[in-house]
């Protein structure tokens, strides 16, 4: 049976990182969704953090949505005990897949991908091809640098202030979810 409630996209890393802030942030994010009884997306991993939140949503009874490509799947890092796991040929049909079934996203700390995949919707905000809300979780100081960055471009001419902020911050999951509901 199909999700019928909302449901918020979160991109994170394959690695669980070093900061155990962040893992607990993870955890605590997985508890703010479900309690909100909003239902996961995410890349359909088994390791790292996206294992993690699967893990935690899961075992709170949640409704978990994945979509991984196929090459991941032959690394065997498809997580096998989701709600639903859509397999696609690549990145590229992931992001759409995650767009479309997504109400919202959170940008959890991650790697290169999590920031591609930050990027990439913050960029479909921007140009209006998506009205969804775009969020940065900054646990712990995570993204300091990164949004250090973002005000530079706007200092620089190269984004506008108004674009900037589109975007969410938050230092914390508590509230997150509930605010991104009343925004998508």
């Known amino acids: 049976m199909p999700h019928s409630g909302k449901k918020i996209a979160v991109f994170c890393g394959a690695s669980s990182g070093t900061d155990p802030l962040i893992v ?5 994010l997985a508890k703010e969704l479900h ?10 991993g088994n390791i790292g953090l996206m ?8 075992r709170l009874g949640g ?15 498809a997580h096998r005990g989701l709600t639903s796991l859509h ?8 992001k759409a897949l995650m767009a479309k079934l997504s109400d919202a996203f959170v940008v959890m700390p991650g790697g290169i991908g999590t920031m591609e995949e930050f990027f990439e919707m913050f960029t479909w905000l921007q140009l209006g091809y998506h009205q969804k809300p775009v969020a940065l979780l900054n646990i712990n100081g995570f993204y300091n640098q990164l949004i250090s960055f973002l005000k530079h471009m706007v200092n620089q001419g190269f984004m506008q202030r108004n674009h900037l902020d589109d975007l969410v911050i ?7 979810v509930n605010l991104l509901l009343k925004t998508s």
């Not at 309690?35 to 359909?44: K, P």
């Not at 294992?51 to 899961?58: I, K, N, P, Q, Y």
């Open 170 to 176: 938050f230092d914390h999951p508590a509230g997150l």
């Open 24 to 28: 607990q942030g993870c955890l605590t």
């Open 63 to 77: 409704e978990v949505f994945g979509v991984i490509p196929q090459k991941l799947v032959d690394f065997e890092v």
């Open 35 to 44: 309690s909100s009884n909003t239902a996961l997306v995410y890349g359909g």
């Open 51 to 58: 294992g993690m939140l699967a893990d935690e949503m899961l």
């Open 87 to 94: 397999i696609v040929p690549g990145m590229h049909e992931r």
